[in-house]
């Protein structure tokens, strides 16, 4: 595993006079009792609306500080510290021989050491219960830093800055039931304690963590209420897959895929047209999905997703969303596989693997929890799980029909758009070419 420089780190409210006496709760905590009085690294990114094509001022971070120093940097740091329920970088992966390419990864401390769910599955938006486990709740030990837009065209770090009680700190803490090298959390506001339900503020933070992070292997992901999230306080999951060990980067130096699948562009008669946002659907894939991509800004592409989301929450409907091509493409995918579950409809032998279908296994990372799944596991059993997943044909346009209400689009019955596959480029790795059955797309299971 490479080692990443690491910056300083705050391991206490109170570091700066040893011999005051405490203040807040003592618990050093994310809740407003501690964060307000704290000091904690701070990345302040630049106010820039478009940052796909600007360029870096001479007194900000070297473009790779984000990423590599500031978040796998503190991510390191956290693990040296003993701060994870386990070491995921001992996990077996491989990609499972097929030609979909799926990933499996044999992760036992997810079924014997993670949280479980302490909410229903059949609602989902709920409020904010503070008697459950939330992330106020948090020791400061597990932040690596604070994030948010600063007051220039210029992206900025502090080692050390005053959260203070005005804004409500955006907060970057380790996962401590890590699927991956790196997988960290991304909380909004998080002593305001909004729960798991999108909004346009908080979907923009998300795209322009992607940007900051600016490689094609780093993802954030989403899951609502009734789509496996755990938790109930907002959160979106982040993962790095160019992963370092030797063992790991020859599966994973390459796009998870449903980011290899082919889509067709879905043609508009009216909409869209002042955004730029172009939507397709996922073609050969077994789980149905939108696609978003290109816009003219970057709070543009945001605000039309963050509507399609809003969408299937008022009308109750599971979701997860994955945010790819550093914030520039975004799948969303609605999905049943919790309500079939409830209603005895999923195969007895799937139910056994304990395996819940959230964004990474729907991008086809599967995350196995018993070696004999891992050792046994085929492109069978991944599609058989994902149809489960997936909407029916008739009730996806259903689903999708609402969505184009929703952001005031409307489809048009003249223009049909040509199938396009998605182009290896920054993914590509030697290793991929050399495997001649990880083709692209997968068959949809009807």
């Known amino acids: 595993m490479m080692t990443m420089t690491r910056i300083p ?9 040893d011999s005051a006496e405490p203040r807040a709760c003592g618990r050093n905590c994310l809740g407003k009792c501690c964060l307000p009085v704290s000091k904690l690294p701070l990345y302040s990114f630049k106010g820039d609306a478009n940052p796909r094509n600007s360029s870096a001022g001479t007194d900000e971070p070297p473009p790779d500080f984000f990423l590599n120093n500031l978040l796998l940097g503190q991510w390191e740091d ?3 510290r003993g701060l994870f329920r386990y070491d995921v970088t001992a996990c077996e992966t491989n990609v499972i021989p097929g030609g979909c390419g799926f990933i499996a990864q044999l992760n036992e401390g997810r079924r014997l050491k993670k949280r479980p769910t302490e909410f229903r599955i059949d609602r989902v938006l709920q409020p904010f219960d503070p008697a459950k486990f939330n992330f106020t709740k948090v020791g400061q030990e597990e932040v690596l830093f604070c994030f948010g837009a600063g007051k220039d065209r210029k992206a900025r770090f502090l080692e050390s800055a005053t959260v203070g009680e005005e804004n409500s700190s955006n907060v970057v803490a380790i996962n401590v039931s890590p699927i ?36 094609p ?38 796009p998870f ?9 879905i043609p508009v008669a009216k909409g869209l047209c002042q955004s730029g946002v172009n939507i397709s659907r996922l ?38 969303v994955l945010i790819s091509d550093s914030g520039w493409r975004i799948f969303l995918f609605p999905q049943c596989y919790a309500e079939k579950q409830a209603l005895g409809e999923v ?5 056994d693997t304990q395996v819940n279908p959230a964004v990474w296994e729907i991008s086809g990372h599967m995350v196995l929890k018993r070696k004999k799944d891992f050792e046994e596991a085929t492109e069978q059993y991944a599609l058989r799980l994902l149809a489960e997943v997936s909407l029916s044909k008739a009730r996806f346009e259903e689903v999708k029909a609402y969505i184009f209400d929703a952001i005031e689009l409307a489809e048009s019955v003249k223009e049909k758009m040509e199938p396009k596959k998605k182009k290896e480029t920054l993914f590509q790795s030697s290793a991929l070419a050399t495997h001649h059955h990880l083709v692209e797309g997968c068959l949809v299971l009807q």
């Open 9 to 17: 780190t705050v391991l206490s409210n109170y570091q700066e006079d």
């Open 78 to 80: 956290r693990m040296s």
């Open 180 to 215: 991956e090298y790196g997988h960290v959390l991304l909380i909004p506001r998080v002593s305001d304690c909004l729960p798991q339900q999108i909004d346009p503020n908080s979907f923009l933070l998300a795209l322009r963590m992607a940007v900051e992070a600016g490689s």
């Open 217 to 254: 292997y780093f993802r954030l992901g989403y899951n609502s209420l009734g789509a496996f999230a755990t938790i109930n306080h907002l959160h979106f999951q982040v993962v790095t897959l160019d992963l370092f060990g030797e063992k790991l980067a020859y599966f994973l130096s390459m």
């Open 257 to 265: 895929p449903v980011e290899r699948a082919s889509t067709q562009r």
């Open 283 to 320: 073609l050969n894939y077994p789980v149905r999905g939108l696609v978003y991509e290109g816009g003219n800004s970057l709070r543009d592409l945001s605000d039309v997703v963050s509507k399609s989301c809003m969408c299937l929450q008022d009308n109750n409907i599971p979701f997860n």
């Open 347 to 351: 195969s007895q032998e799937l139910l």
